[in-house]
């Protein structure tokens, strides 16, 4: 015979089933839902013999105890017990605790110990948030009296471990260690750290989540199992299988320095906006802050650069044997197989203009009427001479950029400017900038202790290539659309992008601006998504990123 209950189940202490037979292996269960919650419990001995008449009886107010501590109901399962007051504060106190989110409880095989008495066990798991799931096996006493059975309570019936006086709870199961910047502190990066789901414990974002081992020991939990004194809340005694390895930090190059002047330089920002700066020397991070946090757009974004990829295209028409003083015609306009391409507010240089001239303003038409000059492949060559492309280890998850070889001529056109196929992420164009201030290739890196392989460019670039390249950057700081940076101490060299994205009419643009500094080992990037122009709004961004490193 079998006996199926749900929530609206009624179950009597005082009925006494019938002696009952079943078959070898045939479970009777009782199965309850609710408040996310179930209990499956044996109604008969599992011998496959019939089961006592007594131990039948018995068994009745132990499921109606079981089932309501199931379901997280300590006063109704209190009831079932012959110290109701007393099992309801401590079934309280435990599930307060606890706070379960799901119980299960199976129990076994009954036995007589005695006239009016049974004994059964019975196995409890808890799923309980930070801890996991939590299991232990324990048993009760039930016995009659005047004609009544009641469950037994006594604190090791809810777990053995207990003793009167005393609860289970949860404590911390180790210090969580931190993100450390380069001097050794706490990390002040919110997108870039990330954060930790404070119910498990465990890393949910950023390099918290990436670095969960390492940060928590390798704990599976972030809290664990004790008795607990009920009077103290002191813990007496750990209930937790194993101890968790040592937590350890993890280290990155973040200069806490220039992390805080390139997030005050977005204090305000109403778009979402990044900088990230890196040391041209070794590709160390120094900083990489975003606004607002949760996305990190400074080394996870892809954007088309615009026209601080000219930097890239440049740097292939000097090693074509373009020089400075190549003249360079500026029209408004030009046109590829139908499309039209113009200047930012279709400006126009006068005649006479060089190839400086063309850098230094930022003129779209001319680098696209010189395409001819490039190969299909030249772009995507040169490009790799500054690492984009690659796949960078830097020790968190970032994105490396993409040059693909083009296609047609209109694709190599908008290639030459930074649109089209291009795309990249602050953090490599703040790596071209640092390129072109050492002359080599130095692959970012983030976390120095977690890099197995760092990435080497499959070509470099050319010595003479590098010195013209920081002359025309620095021109475009004294002469050109960097002009925002004219004023300032340490000798700035940058690059202002414009990028169009999106099907509008007019186009929304990306602003970027990248650089270096001429007297000091810095390199950076500055991007504002939807932003407006790289001179006029990217460019007080950079201003008030140099101006807060120089207080």
Aim: proline share 5%.
């Amino acid at each position: 015979m079998a006996r199926t209950y749900n929530r609206n189940s009624s179950t009597s202490s005082r009925a006494r089933p019938r002696r009952v037979r079943r078959p070898l292996g045939i479970a009777v269960a009782l199965l309850l839902l609710a408040g996310g919650g179930y209990a499956a419990f044996g109604l008969v001995g599992g011998d496959g013999n019939e089961e006592d008449a007594e131990v039948a009886a018995a068994r009745e107010p132990l499921t109606a105890f079981l089932a309501a501590w199931a379901k997280h109901d300590a006063r109704t399962a209190a009831g079932y017990t012959d110290t109701p007051d007393g099992a309801a504060s401590l079934l309280t106190s435990v599930l307060t605790n606890l706070k379960p989110s799901r119980t299960t409880i199976d129990d076994g095989e009954g036995r007589r110990q005695g006239e009016g008495k049974a004994r059964f066990p019975f196995s409890v798991t808890m799923q309980i948030p930070g801890a996991g799931a939590v299991t232990w096996r324990s048993h009760a006493q039930v016995s009659e009296t005047s004609g009544t059975w009641k469950v037994e309570f006594t604190s090791p019936m809810i777990h053995p471990e207990l003793s009167s006086g005393q609860t289970l709870a949860l404590k911390s199961a180790g210090s969580r260690a931190q993100v450390l910047d380069a001097e050794g502190d706490p990390l002040r990066a919110e997108s870039l750290v990330g954060t930790v789901d404070p119910v498990s414990g465990k890393g949910a974002s950023g390099l918290e989540a990436r670095y969960d081992d390492v940060l928590s020991g390798g704990r599976k939990a972030s809290r664990s199992l004790v008795v607990a004194d009920r009077q103290s809340g002191r813990a007496v005694k750990d209930l937790a299988e194993t101890a968790a390895a040592e937590a350890r930090p993890v280290h990155t190059t973040i200069d806490p320095r220039v992390q805080k002047a390139a997030a005050d330089a977005l204090t305000g920002a109403d778009v979402h906006a990044a900088v990230v700066a890196i040391d041209p020397r070794n590709g160390h991070v120094l900083a990489a802050a975003n606004r607002p946090g949760g996305f990190n757009r400074a080394l996870e974004g892809r954007y088309p650069p615009g026209s601080v990829f000219k930097v890239v295209t440049a740097a292939a028409l000097l090693k074509g044997g373009m020089t400075a003083g190549t003249p360079a015609p500026c029209p408004k306009f030009a046109r590829v197989d139908g499309q039209r391409f113009e200047n930012q507010k279709q400006f126009e240089l006068p005649a006479g203009s060089t190839f400086a001239d063309a850098f230094t303003q930022s003129c779209n038409t001319y680098f696209v009427d010189v395409r001819d000059r490039l190969s299909d492949t030249d772009l995507r060559d040169t490009a790799q001479a500054f690492g984009i492309g690659g796949k960078w280890d830097v020790g968190t998850t970032t994105y490396d950029g993409s040059v693909p070889v083009t296609t047609s001529d209109n694709d190599k056109a908008a290639a030459t400017i930074g649109q089209a196929r291009v795309q990249a992420s602050p953090l490599v164009m703040a790596s071209v900038a640092a390129t072109v201030k050492s002359g080599t290739f130095k692959q970012p890196v983030l976390v120095p202790d977690a890099v197995k392989e760092r990435y080497r460019a499959p070509s470099e670039l050319d010595a003479g290539v590098a010195r013209e390249l920081r002359e025309l950057m620095r021109a475009t700081v004294t002469s050109g659309s960097a002009h925002a940076l004219k004023n300032l101490s340490g000798q700035p060299h940058a690059k202002t992008g414009t990028a169009e994205f999106g099907s509008g009419t007019p186009p929304r643009t990306h602003a970027w601006m990248i650089g270096f500094q001429g007297d000091s080992d810095l390199a950076w990037a500055v991007l504002l998504e939807d932003g407006g122009s790289g001179g006029a709004d990217a460019g007080p961004v950079a201003q008030r990123f140099l101006s807060n490193l120089a207080r």
